[in-house]
Structures are given as C-alpha cells and as structure tokens.
C-alpha cells in the first residue's frame, strides 16, 4: 500500500514521550510516496479525570478504521488500579480480537544485562492474547469481611488455544532453527494444561519440521536465566506470557528494549503496537524514557504492514546504535534524533 492509516494513543506518563520518538523514526523511515496520516486519540488517566470516560464506543468504532495503531503506555497512580487497564487496554485487544500478542527478544549488542556476552539469544514468545485469567470472569462473595470469597476464572477454548498455536508453528516454522515449546503448568492446572498440551500435539502433526518442547512455567523461568538460548519460538497462555516477558526483556537488555505486538492475524481489525514497559510515573517528563521500546514496536508495525525492509532498517539501526552507547546519558529526544537520522540515511 502506498498510505498508513496511523491511529496514535500516547497514553499515560513516558507514553507521550516515547510515542513522539516512535513517530519521528516512523516518519524517518518511510519512502517518500507512501502517506502517512495519524490521528491522536486522547486516551487514559487524563481523559478518564475529566471526563470519567476511558474507551467510549464512538472511539471504539472509529480506532476500527485505521491500518494499525501505536500506543504508548496506559496507567496512572492516581486512577484505581484496573480501571484503566481493563477499560482501555484490556478493551482494545479483545474488541480486535488480538490473539496474538507477540514479544519478540533478542541479545542486542553492548546492553546492560546479566547474561551480557552469553551466546546469541533471539527468541520470541507468542503470548496469547485474549483468554486465560484475562477475560475478566470471576468475582467476589462477602466482599470485605473476613468471610471473603474471590475466584479469577482462567477461560480457555479450543477454538482459541488452536488458533494462536497453529499461528506459533508457523512461525517456528519460519524460521531457521524450527523449535517451538510450549509452556503451561499442566502438573496442576490439569484441565487447561491438558486441552493445551493435546492441541499443541495434534497441531504439531501439521508440522514435522518443528521441533517441540514442553516446559511447566516454573521451569521455563529457570532457563530464561540459565540457558535462554535454548528458546526459539515459546507458545503459552496470557497470563503466563505477561510473567515471562517481563522476565524476557529483563535479561536481555532491559524493559527500555522489549517490543510488542498485539495482532489480530486475520486482518479484520485493526493490530496494535506498544512497548512492553509501562507508564512510569515516577520518570514521566523527564526525558530518561528510553524510546527505543516503542521504535523497535514501530519496527514490528512495518513488518506488519508489510514494510519488511523498513522494519529491518530500523532494527538495524537500533543495533548500531547500541553497539555505540558507552553509559553516557542521552535524553529521550535525543535517542530518537540519533535513530531517524540512521533510518534516514
Ligand atoms: C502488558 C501489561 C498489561 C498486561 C497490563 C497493563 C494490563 O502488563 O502489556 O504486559 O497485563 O497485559
Ligand atoms: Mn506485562
């Protein structure tokens, strides 16, 4: 296509800031005769105070005919923990229906990690997206008193366990060393884990180049730290992949790193892309954000979209400059400036 239809939600806290720097690379990127149209959507903390609104429908319905759309961070110390996250984020990936939320990691060069000079580390974990202990069933009886009773149900269906496995052995099975593991707790959470487990088997039939695996998640943290190279593509439940990938970008490189999409691989609404990192209040406004979360889920957005060449323009350029940061401090705006004017060049 030669235009992106961009819808923007800056978000909360360093989201405006990072989102800026995302947008400024986006720009840097693009070949001259594509168009790029955005619209900022004024979403989050802010809106919710004024207005007490935090996705109304109107939004909702328009977000839907946009290419894609760039988020920064949603979350405020000042709202009600979850008023936020489920009505808004929460909201967007399971009215697009984003099955796939999909966090790539990688070793890149020079980064302040424990594993720094271990082997190369490139795996990516294809969370999903839209069950699991995410779906919001659950509830509390005697609410407050001593006799309390809360249950969190985790909802998962055969339609969407299949569907987000079959689309992690493809691309395993892209990729060149073809290894898939997947990772539940199926010792305990048997009737889940094993629906899991069957229909990881069964698809797996489809797919005899792929090598798989099967770790409990307790496991699967072990290695993260121990031997991370053994990963190549990971398959797990929401909540599961949401503990993991924090785990993930912390050990190879950091949260200022980690890139995120949530994709709904059919076409039918609009994907969305966001760091993984979240709102921190305590450095909002101070330019110590670290953009390049939100530049490399710029990258992911491209690819997408299909701008494949652009995409690896940027994570070259995210590598070069890596390789070239001796602990100095450069702002927010500054990194941004440093990695538009390498996509540029
Ligand atoms: C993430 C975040 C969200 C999640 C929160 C903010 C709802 O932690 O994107 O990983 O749990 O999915
Ligand atoms: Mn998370």
């Known amino acids: 296509s030669t235009s992106i239809n961009l819808a923007v939600i ?22 001259q005769d594509v168009k790029l149209e955005t619209r900022q959507y004024d979403l989050g903390a802010q809106r919710w105070h004024r207005t007490g609104e935090t996705l ?3 939004e909702l319905e328009a977000l839907k005919h946009h290419d894609a759309i760039l988020l920064g961070a949603i979350g405020d110390p000042s709202v009600p923990s ?40 490139d795996f ?27 249950t969190e149900v985790s909802v998962n269906t055969a339609y969407g366990v ?30 889940a884990g094993h629906m899991w487990k069957n229909i990881f088997d069964k698809v797996g039939q489809e797919y005899p180049e792929v090598t798989t695996d099967y770790l409990h998640v307790d496991a699967a943290t072990i290695f993260f730290v121990t031997q991370p190279e053994r990963f190549d593509v990971i398959v797990t439940d929401n909540l599961f992949g949401d503990i993991l990938t924090d785990l993930a970008a912390a050990v190879t490189g950091g949260i200022g790193l980690a ?14 892309f966001e760091p993984v990192h979240g709102s921190a209040p305590d450095i909002a406004g101070t330019g110590k954000a670290d953009p390049t979360a939100t530049i490399l889920s710029v990258a992911l957005l491209l690819r997408h979209l299909g701008y494949e060449a652009e995409a690896v323009r940027i994570e070259d350029a995210v590598s070069a400059d890596l390789a070239e940061r001796d602990g100095t ?11 538009a004017a390498r996509v540029a060049g």
């Open 10 to 31: 800056p978000g909360d806290g360093i989201g405006q800031e990072v989102v800026a720097q995302g947008l400024k690379v986006l720009t840097a990127v693009l070949p």
């Open 56 to 58: 109304p429908d109107a």
């Open 82 to 121: 979850g008023v936020l996250e489920r009505g808004l984020l929460l909201k967007l990936r399971f009215a697009f229906d984003h099955f796939i939320n999909l966090r790539p990691s990688k070793l890149f060069p020079n980064t302040a990690t424990p594993l720094a000079g271990r082997p190369d580390i």
């Open 124 to 150: 990516v974990v294809v969370r999903e997206g839209t069950e699991g202990p995410y779906t919001g069933n659950g509830g509390s009886l005697r609410t407050g008193t001593p006799a309390e009773v809360a």
């Open 162 to 191: 299949e569907r987000v496995v079959r689309d992690a052995y493809e691309r395993a099975n892209s990729r060149p060393r073809k290894k898939l593991t997947l990772v539940h707790k199926n010792n305990v959470l048997v009737y």
């Open 259 to 272: 890139a995120s999409g949530n994709i709904n691989p059919t076409g039918a609404f609009p994907s969305m």
């Open 329 to 339: 401090f450069r702002s927010t705006d500054a990194i941004g400036d440093a990695l």
